[in-house]
């Protein structure tokens, strides 16, 4: 079993602090996203892990082996943690054929030439390129060259796999292709896996759980759903999703015993099953948040529109493969909704329903979600 444990770690560059008391336990065999915007801290945290840098505080294990302890003077070498590392751009030797790429870890390990062949062999078989093994990196595609990257990575079966933005140099269609191929070579490889990436819908599509990390701070840590439908704060929500959730500034009120969010222009009436947690915010302001996705054209509404409905103006309609992403204003506010067809023309008024119990509640001051 390979878990990884990380305890109060701290980190700084003079007084900027890229990472502040962070705590962690990525399981055994999990693949493990780090996703936040730049300067967040996520390649200072895996470079922790990999024994890279060293830290002010804290510590890191790696199953039972205690590999990092600022407080005891503990810092092991990358080489005696039994980790493998794949870098945003390759760093494979241009010089060297694929075959010589693949097996330079395992010369440097002393293995006789038999095992290295059959180990290079079957790992480029797994990844795919066994037929490029002759040929140089300048002969290859950017996605060939970072399966290289991913041979040499994987054909000394480390105990960790780590990944800094192993996706960033490919094009879009090549990238969709080899996060595909990185979920399942790992699920085959059961190793733990740890990626940074700023890419949230490559962190949904791959990871078994992530974490979010904001100025070296952690928002949330949970599974890609968990993160989607239930964000612990504003940020969270904001961040993870596509296209991103809709944020309006509202009073939270109570009338005819129905909580609501007044907004500039319509009103949401909230669900009773919110009441208990929303109670304690009544005349408060609030940042009420719907998902695109949770805004539905209701065209049986025309005549006589029920609560929850509201008439807008269509602005703009941007075509995105099986979803029309529409840009309506309702009074003020601007918003955006993701539909799959829609037989309104840009300048005319639409019905759109707010699903009330996809709406999420966040407290103004401190972003916090309260539902």
Known sequence: MVSITIKNLTKKYGKVTAVKDLNLQIKDKEFFVFLGPSGCGKTTTLFAVAGLIKVDTGEIWIGDDLVTSAEKGIFRP?????????????????HMNVYENIAFPLRIMKMN???????????????????????????????QRQRVALGRAIVRTPKIFLMDEPLANLDAKLRVQTRTDLKR??????????????????????????????????????????????????????????PEMNFIESNLIKQDKTLRLNAKGFTVCLPGEM????????????????????????????????????????????????????????????????????????????????????????????????I
Do not use: W
């Open 113 to 143: 030439n038999l095992e290295i062949a059959q180990a290079v062999k079957k790992t480029a078989k797994l990844l795919g390129i066994a037929q490029f093994l002759d040929r140089k990196p300048r002969q290859l595609s950017g996605g």
């Open 185 to 242: 070579l790992q699920m085959n490889l059961g190793v733990t896996t740890i990626c940074v990436t700023h890419d949230q819908v490559e962190a949904m599509v791959m990871a078994d759980r992530i974490m979010v990390q904001r100025d070296g701070v952690v928002e949330q840590v949970g599974t890609p759903n968990e993160l989607y439908n239930s964000p612990a704060n504003q940020f969270v929500a904001g961040f993870v999703g596509s």
């Open 275 to 370: 009441r208990s947690k929303l109670e304690g915010h009544v005349g408060g302001e609030v940042i009420m948040g719907i998902r695109p996705d949770d805004l539905h054209e209701n065209p049986c509404a025309v005549g006589a529109e029920p609560e929850n409905v509201f008439r807008m103006m269509l602005e703009l309609i941007e075509p995105v493969g099986p979803q029309l992403i529409l840009h309506v204003k309702v009074g003020d506010v601007p918003l955006v909704a993701a539909v799959k067809d829609t037989k309104t023309r840009v300048g005319e008024g639409i019905p759109i329903e707010i699903d009330p119990k996809k709406v999420h509640v966040f407290d103004k001051k401190t972003g916090k979600s309260l």
């Open 78 to 94: 990358p080489q005696e943690r039994g980790i493998s590392m794949v870098f945003q751009d390759y760093a494979i030797y241009p």
